[in-house]
């Protein structure tokens, strides 16, 4: 079991006087005898939600190749990049049909139809003098972050409308309409 002591000092901003000072002490259990081990790995998951699972119809091939891009998925907009040096960058089809192990047709293909069932969002979006095309999964299969954003939200609006509660919607075309 890990423990943390937490120590609070408050000081005065004009004469740097110590005001009060308190210890908070936080334990955390990392094993429960009844529900096992809490295992974390770096806090980062791939969340799926019962009841929103892959199209029936998508062969065990597609669903494997879905699975392993949804492995390169950015936390928090769910792009599908790769890791640069210290930077992500976005996927693009080249670096896919590698990463699948594809021919640049196979992957093209495999991208046009999970477009066409909107399970993958493509973005253009231009970035100085050039143009980038940007993949994103559908957060209803494969989520990955806490916050669900704004311009996922926009580009899988048909679908998340289906299943977002109708105060989130609003919120969402609130937004749109201040812009």
């Known amino acids: 079991m ?7 000092t408050k000081v005065d901003a ?6 009060s000072k308190s210890e908070q002490v936080q334990n955390y259990k990392y094993f429960d005898p009844e529900k096992g081990y ?10 799926t939600f019962p009841g929103y699972g892959l199209p029936e119809d998508l062969t065990e091939a597609e669903t ?9 998925m950015h936390k928090g ?13 976005a996927m693009n089809t ?6 699948l192990r594809l021919s640049p047709r196979r992957t093209y293909l495999f991208l046009q139809n999970m477009i066409h069932r909107r399970i993958i969002g493509r973005v253009k979006v231009k970035i ?12 209803i299969y494969f989520f990955c972050g806490k916050w669900l954003n704004v311009n996922l939200y926009f580009l899988f ?23």
Do not use: H
């Not at 004009?14 to 005001?19: A, F, K, N, Q, R």
């Not at 907009?77 to 960058?89: A, E, I, P």
């Not at 679908?159 to 749109?176: A, H, N, Q, Y």
């Open 2 to 8: 890990g423990k943390n002591i937490i120590i609070n």
């Open 14 to 19: 004009d004469s740097g006087e110590v005001l």
């Open 38 to 47: 809490l295992f974390k790995l770096n806090q980062e998951s791939i969340k």
């Open 64 to 72: 494997a190749r879905l699975y392993r891009l949804s492995l390169t």
């Open 77 to 89: 907009s769910n792009l599908l990049c790769y890791r640069s040096g210290n930077v992500n960058k």
């Open 94 to 99: 080249a670096r896919i049909a590698g990463y």
């Open 128 to 139: 100085g003098n050039s143009q980038e095309t940007q993949f994103y999964l559908n957060p």
């Open 157 to 179: 609006r048909r679908d998340l409308d289906k299943m977002l509660p109708e105060w989130v919607i609003k919120e969402f075309s609130e937004m749109e309409n201040r812009e």
